[in-house]
């Protein structure tokens, strides 16, 4: 199915044009009100955002069109996106919206849907929305009396603090370790820092100024460098760096090397696998993984099942087939046991568990499998379908016959911006590069 505004996390662009314009997001507001406007009760939202400049202005405009449908809002202000997830259970919200465009820079915005349950819309419930946004006939606004109500929750942020010090073994605490922890000045500089210095440990904090500009600028989870030098500097034990709405995490070790999602997948899923914690008899994983997490799965007698990209994918994929683990190489880590979406101090935490358990260096316990060579380079382009060009799909043939089983190939669109996504991994190193550049030349000529 086919949907014009949402894309692989909710809706996402340029800030001021496009779908991200006020009178859009008020529309979007109304519309998504009224889907879940059902009953009697006098029904609720809560609004999270992260940092942007322009959160001031879609959170307005979108408070409008939620009270002009009936709903009550309530604004957590800048928090995480899974603490929206989770204040919206806890909450007992008909609908929880976090206003964000994750990691991509401050002039990006986004809108990002929780249900009552705490999930992301499903693509059905994402195109009604749609269908009401365009036909606005069909998005009631609510009697003189019946307009909704907006209210500020001064607390939100405690709230996802004990939330999150909850899921910390009882029997450990973080006292001895210090910590690096970069908030990539986005919506965790509140909350993941209090949250660790309150489990015991020594924080060293970076990117922790907002400004509305600087979210995501050379610091966070797709840019650790800053953390890892900081961690090197420092000599702390770990380093962990969140990205924009801090639903992402990569840590690095004491030596200021990164571990990706992959990693932590592996060493939680192992920890939890012998602890009898594990369901589903393995985890779920995007396509985008690398295949030595697959092969180091498989050693353990466990499946790894793949979905598309997309943490919302991994969580449905999840969902259908009783797996309480999943995640992406990106960062985005699901521990179903605990949340309904991807959580960066989460999966921080349960890291830090295993080396408490361990009481070995980050770099010992962390390092669970050698990483099979794995390339991706983005492709730009303005418009069209260059991956339908006749010359695009041959050359995908040939450099997939040449990899053989010996590797796997990946060629996606981005669903949050315009590119083309080439991603080739194989235990030939040489190879594997070759066919990454070959791909990228054959697209780029089409996509011009």
């Not at 800030?15 to 998504?32: C, D, H, P, R, Y």
């Not at 940092?51 to 307005?60: A, F, K, P």
């Not at 669970?368 to 695009?392: R, Y």
Request: hydrophobic share 40%; aromatic share 4%.
């Amino acid at each position: 199915m086919t949907r014009k505004y949402f894309g692989t996390d909710g809706v996402r662009g340029k800030a001021n044009s496009g779908s991200m314009t006020a009178e859009m997001v008020l529309k979007i507001g109304l519309a998504t009100g009224n889907l879940y406007r059902r009953g009697e009760h006098r029904h609720r939202v809560v609004i999270g955002k992260d940092t942007r400049l322009s959160g001031y202005m879609i959170e307005q405009a979108l408070t409008a069109g939620l009270l002009a449908s009936g709903m009550d809002v309530f604004l957590l202000g800048p928090i995480p996106t899974p603490a929206v997830a989770m204040l919206t259970r806890s909450m007992r919200a008909d609908l929880g919206v976090m206003i964000s465009a994750s990691h991509n820079p401050y002039f990006d915005n986004g809108i990002k849907i929780f249900g009552p349950d705490g999930y992301k819309l499903s693509d059905a419930q994402e195109h009604e929305i749609e269908r009401m946004v365009d036909n606005p006939a069909l998005a009631e606004v609510a009697n003189p009396d019946q307009i909704g109500r907006a209210k500020r929750i001064e607390d939100a942020g405690a709230r996802y603090i004990e939330f999150a010090k909850r899921t910390f073994p009882r029997d450990s605490n973080l006292d001895g370790l210090r910590i690096v922890i970069d908030t990539a000045n986005g919506a965790g500089y509140k909350t993941a820092p209090p949250a660790l210095w309150e489990l015991g440990a020594e924080i060293i904090q970076i990117g922790d100024e907002p400004n509305g500009f600087n979210i995501n600028e050379k610091c966070g989870s797709t840019a650790p460098q800053a953390m890892c030098d900081r961690v090197r500097e420092t000599r702390a034990d770990i380093g962990i760096a969140l990205d924009g709405d801090a639903d992402r995490v990569i840590i690095s070790d004491e030596k200021g090397q990164v571990i990706d999602g992959d990693q932590v997948m592996a060493l939680v899923g192992k920890s939890m696998h012998e602890r009898g914690q594990l369901a589903g008899g393995g985890l779920v994983a995007s396509v985008m993984s690398n295949l030595g997490l697959e092969r180091f799965v498989a050693s353990l007698g466990l499946t790894l099942a793949r979905s598309a990209v997309g943490d919302r994918y991994v969580v449905e994929h999840m969902r259908a087939h009783g797996f309480n683990l999943g995640g992406e190489q990106s960062g985005h880590i699901i521990l179903s046991d605990f949340s309904t979406t991807g959580d960066g101090l989460l999966a921080a935490l349960q890291v830090l568990a295993e080396v408490k358990r361990a009481g070995k260096p980050v770099s010992e316990v962390c390092k669970m499998f050698d990483a099979v060579p794995q390339v991706l380079k983005n492709v730009k382009f303005k418009s069209g379908k260059p991956l339908d060009d006749k010359d695009v799909m041959q050359a995908i043939a040939d450099a997939q016959a040449r990899l053989g089983k010996s590797g796997r190939l990946v060629i996606r669109p981005s669903g949050t911006e315009p590119l083309i996504r080439v991603m080739a991994e194989g235990d030939d190193a040489k190879l594997v590069n070759a066919l990454v550049d070959e791909l990228c030349g054959v697209i780029s000529k089409a996509a011009a």
